[in-house]
């Protein structure tokens, strides 16, 4: 910016803008709403190579915002939509006492950042140029950054490795597993541990009265990109919503802060 001009609308270019592949404390990955500016991080071409890479995480803000991992024009991983405390697929985001976890999503940007609390403490997100998002903090007795957190993990981690009406999980063999109410609809394919096709109703919704819903507790909510967003509804009304459009299939709660899971 000019030398002489301390507003900071002035400023023509910030580092902080720009993360590459790094994502340090404070900076803001995300989309300004007004200008259209978005910050993302972007992968090596090769641990020896700084030019652009073909991996990247950026927010994706249709439905309710989370953020996505692409290779190139395919998506790899998500982190689920944010719920009031951390994103939905990521439980390592837990409340610490050095470090806070922010996402705003307003009429002016949606974006997320963190923030370190504690004196010599540091911590920084880093997308690696094979496509793994690593989160690192500084250990001060050994002088060495340790890995806290990478992303994808394991066969749950990848982006629609299961179809509809079935949930993934790394501690059941085979880890594609029906909704209760839902059986394969590939039996075949799902025996061979291939749970694409996904899962069907045993017994088809009437629509007239009498349906119901079945509570899936500590889930990464599907990706929301096609599905409708109101923060302002309460979940009894979103019920009462969804109850009366036979299209709808299912609510969540946005924002667990009350208590909500």
Not at 40 to 62: A, V
Not at 199 to 223: A, I, N, W
Request: charged share 25%; proline share 5%; net charge neutral.
């Amino acid at each position: 910016r000019d030398s002489d001009n301390d507003n900071p609308d002035g400023v023509l270019w910030q580092s902080f803008d720009f993360p590459t592949d790094t994502l340090l404390p404070e900076m803001k990955l995300g989309w300004d709403v007004k200008t259209g500016f978005n910050r993302f991080i972007r992968s090596w071409k090769s641990l020896d190579d700084p030019s652009s890479g073909d991996f990247f995480f950026k927010i994706e803000t249709r439905g309710f915002p989370e953020i996505f991992l692409w290779n190139r024009d395919s998506r790899l991983y998500r982190s689920g939509p944010w719920n009031g405390i951390r994103f939905s697929g990521v439980p390592e985001m837990q409340p610490f006492d050095y470090m806070v976890f922010n996402f705003t999503a307003s009429k002016e940007e949606v974006t997320y950042s963190f923030r370190v609390t504690k004196k010599n403490y540091y911590s920084r997100l880093s997308l690696s140029s094979s496509g793994l998002l690593q989160r690192f903090t500084w250990i001060e007795t050994v002088q060495n950054w340790n890995l806290f957190w990478y992303a994808p993990k394991d066969q749950c981690d990848e982006y629609k490795e299961r179809g509809v009406y079935s949930y993934c999980d790394s501690n059941t063999s085979p880890v594609c597993n029906c909704i209760k109410g839902f059986t394969p609809r590939n039996p075949q394919a799902w025996g061979l541990r291939d749970g694409s096709d996904g899962c069907v109703r045993k017994t088809q919704l009437s629509c007239e009265g009498g349906d119901g819903f079945v509570q899936l507790k500590k889930m990464k909510l599907p990706d929301t990109t096609a599905s409708s967003v109101d923060r302002g509804t309460g979940v009894k009304e979103c019920e009462q919503k969804c109850l009366r459009d036979c299209n709808c299939t299912a609510f969540a709660n946005t924002d667990i802060r009350g208590g909500g899971s």
